[in-house]
């Protein structure tokens, strides 16, 4: 996926070793309005004991040695947002380059992701 500003690049089959944060959200958004922009997923989760309940579905890129993934949650219709880049302006333009949603946001604190970053293959 290549965009105006930023060359984004599927991770595949790569294992995340950085330390992740989950930074954001996008919210009421439907599967097929992700799916039109991003394609298949690269990863659908569907044990329940590793999500909240119902499937997620995982969208992993690479962009400037940098991470984003993208996590859907089926049952809530929303996508959180988890990377290892720490600038919210940075994080915004990418996230908005995928053109998925306006109901995009970005947190002023970052949390820890909770599960280990190394553990999310894409």
Not at 59 to 77: N, Q
Not at 114 to 122: E, I, L, V
């Amino acid at each position: 996926m290549k965009n105006k500003k930023y060359e984004l690049m599927k991770l595949k089959g790569t294992s995340v070793e950085s330390a992740m944060w989950h930074v954001g959200f996008i919210y009421e958004i439907e599967q097929a309005e992700i799916e039109s922009q991003l394609g298949l997923p690269h990863v659908i989760e569907s044990d329940s004991s590793r999500t909240f309940g119902g499937e997620e579905l995982w969208w992993g890129y690479e962009i400037d040695k940098a991470i984003v993934l993208l996590r859907f949650c089926v049952s809530y219709k929303e996508i959180h947002i988890h990377s290892n880049i720490r600038n919210k302006k940075i994080l915004f333009e990418i996230v908005s380059s995928f053109n998925i949603s306006n109901n995009i946001e970005i947190f002023d604190v970052y949390y820890p992701t909770n599960q280990k970053a190394r553990d999310t293959k894409c």
